[in-house]
DNA sequence: GTCTATAACATGATAGAC
DNA sequence: GTCTATCATGTTATAGAC
């Protein structure tokens, strides 16, 4: 479902993919997904039908490169919060925001990725083996933007594993938000990040953590906890 | 998105409707949504492919007239379960094993419709109108499973949001649980309401409030407590 | 007005020639 | 790598039967 891997990386067929992308994700954009054909996108970039499907096996890996790209950009950008500064509440607010602004031009791109990665018979499914790296990274993200000694190690998992969750839902929210710079969005995100940090010391007392283990027991053994998570950090 | 609404209801088109529909799931069930054209829907009733979608404007429309069956199914369950008893925990944990039970040898079918009430283009999506009277309906029964005098009514409005939420998760698991009966699901369920409702008194004392009263406003000016939730109990 | 059949269309995807 | 058929399938149009 990515660009057909089994092609060469000749320089060629790189500019000629890339050139592809560009102008389906424009159109996407314009148009929406299903008001786009692939052969809108062969004609737009010159070429038949065919030779569009030689460079991206279906209209869906299309969409994958986007994602993929946007992860990318993501990763780039958390490398740099993280460099700027230590403190909880900026992280976790600079991660969400960052990631809405990123989409803040592409609601439309987005819509139909969350079909697609919603999709359970998918194999871009966002529990696919194909999707899971993506989704993984994600997560250490958030585990990174709460690391502190002041937090212990299962709360620090099972907070990364709340607020990708809740980030899903941050995102279905702001595709429906249709207010001004999706300005209601932002404000969901910073009102509830000030809800639940200050949970975080209240949850790192003896006194939570006998029902805090039981919790994390019960994820992991449910397969739950990424195992990337438990690795490193 | 459902049978056709402006097609009378003369015993014999409801007849054929809902013979159609037997046969669709049963074919949805065995070979996947994807694995059964509407062509093969037709041929198997013994019909054109312009009869079959006479009585359904579109191969989504069979899939919603299922969820349709199913949120009745559950109505009556609940009504049934919540006379037999007040106890908190049996009836949430009762809503949450009935809707699983009944999908169990349904899953090819709850991933479809997975698919299609997922999809945020879909005039069916989560979201739309079409099925909100279904959602709404859906968050008032874990409202009146914990409907009790000890919970604060905004507790019980934002508790009842959460665990309808928890449940959308709980079906995700669900669908990939491979585990005999999906008795993994079953456990996990048990396992998050023994977790969550004790939590339920503890929020419930003044000392909660607070901040039980900023995230209310939160969620309310954002739009996220339905209306239904509101009104009555 | 209620139902059914046939033909046609649009579009995602594929096969095979060059 | 690219092109020109060609296919499969959801959906629509239209004509007619009862």
Chains 1, 2 share one sequence.
Not at 43 to 61: D, N, R
Not at 106 to 134: C, G, H, K, W
Not at 201 to 228: C, E, K, N, Q, V
Request: net charge negative; proline share 3%.
């Amino acid at each position: 479902m990515t660009p057909r891997a089994s092609h060469g990386d000749g320089a060629k067929g790189v500019q000629t993919a890339e050139r592809i992308l560009e102008i389906a994700l424009r159109m996407f954009r314009d148009q929406g997904f299903d008001g786009t054909t692939m052969r809108d996108i062969a004609s737009a970039c010159g070429m038949s039908l065919g030779a569009a499907y030689y460079h991206f096996e279906s209209k869906e890996a299309l969409l994958l490169a986007y994602y993929q790209r946007l992860h990318e950009d993501r990763q780039r950008h958390a490398e740099q919060l993280f460099a700027e500064t230590s403190a909880l509440r900026e992280r976790v607010i600079g991660l969400y925001h960052h990631h809405l602004a990123a989409l803040r031009d592409d609601r439309r791109l987005l819509a139909a990725l969350v079909r697609i990665v919603a999709d359970p018979e998918s194999q871009a499914s966002i529990f696919a083996p194909e999707t899971r790296n993506i989704r993984d990274a994600d997560i250490r993200l958030f585990r990174r933007a709460i690391d502190s000694d002041d937090v212990p190690e299962q709360l620090q998992v099972m907070g990364a594993l709340g607020m990708w969750t809740l980030q899903l839902g941050f995102l279905l929210y702001f595709l429906r938000d249709d207010s001004e710079g999706q300005q209601r969005t932002h404000e969901l995100v910073d009102r509830c990040v000030d809800f639940f940090l200050p949970l975080l010391p209240l949850l790192s007392t003896p006194f939570a953590t006998p029902m805090l283990d039981r919790l994390y027991a019960t994820l992991d053994s449910a397969g739950l906890i990424a195992s990337a998570l438990k690795a490193d950090r």
